[in-house]
């Protein structure tokens, strides 16, 4: 079989692009890239957020940090808490991330609820636009995971991030940031904030599922993404999101 000088351009192009997901796993995760069962092509996941049903208890935040050794002080999910009085700005406050929950509201007489917040998984991410070495990059699934072993610390796509999801780790000197609990999911598990989460607030999801109750949800809800003026195509939806969330 005859093979072209362009032809073996793309093919070396392919593989290097496989090995580099390849490793980025293993190293962003600390477990082994993805067995066999496992097909990223048949997946396109995210996250859909009841606001309604947020209670501000921080297990989401509490089982992110144990699952994925977050540093004290950073977080890779957060939770904010929005109080609305008319006719003045909104007053957000995030105590130590909510890992140790909400204390009373003090202002018990205007309207009160919480908001998630975590990396927006986006498919045209500018976090990856901006990254000089290819570090961060989204894989074949539709998750943004950053490979620490090419990451210069450099912080451009934590300067490009329009939803303050990432940071750099004090230890590593590297960008870290929700990786949707990778190791979790490629196995068939949710991640570790869904899973502790009592309401059921927080859910994963698999857009290329035609059986996930996504679609049924997206259907029958207002739902709403953070900034969509910055047409990030984020794939985590807020349900009844209100105007003042920034």
Not at 21 to 45: C, F, K, N
Not at 128 to 151: K, M, N
Not at 219 to 228: A, G, I, S, T, Y
Request: glycine share 8%; charged share 25%.
């Amino acid at each position: 079989m005859d093979i072209s000088r362009r032809d073996l351009f793309t093919m070396g192009g392919k593989l290097l692009v496989l090995a580099s997901v390849g490793a980025s796993l293993e190293q962003i995760t600390g477990a082994a890239p993805p067995t066999d069962a496992y097909r990223m092509a048949e997946h396109w996941w995210g996250m859909i957020i009841d606001v309604d049903k947020c209670i501000g208890c921080g297990n989401c935040a509490r089982a992110c940090s144990r699952e994925n050794n977050v540093p004290s002080g950073y977080f890779r999910t957060w939770v904010e808490r929005y109080e609305i009085e008319e006719g003045r700005p909104p007053h957000v406050e995030s105590p130590n991330g909510a890992l140790d929950g909400f204390p009373p509201s003090k202002r018990e007489d205007v309207k009160s609820f919480y908001v998630p917040k975590l990396c927006n998984q986006c498919a045209d991410s500018p976090c990856v636009q901006v990254c000089p070495v290819g570090a961060t990059f989204v894989s074949p699934d539709g998750v943004v995971l950053v490979d620490e072993t090419y990451c210069l610390g450099c912080r451009y796509c934590v300067q490009a991030c329009p939803y303050g999801c990432r940071y750099l780790h004090p230890d590593k000197n590297t960008v870290d940031k929700c990786t949707l609990c990778y190791h979790r999911i490629t196995k068939g598990l949710t991640t570790a904030c869904c899973e502790s989460c009592p309401t059921g607030a927080r859910q994963l999801v698999d857009f290329k599922d035609p059986k996930d109750p996504v679609h049924e949800f997206l259907r029958h809800n207002k739902v709403q993404v953070l900034k969509p003026y910055m047409a990030t195509q984020a794939k985590v939806y807020y349900k009844n999101l209100d105007g003042a969330v920034r």
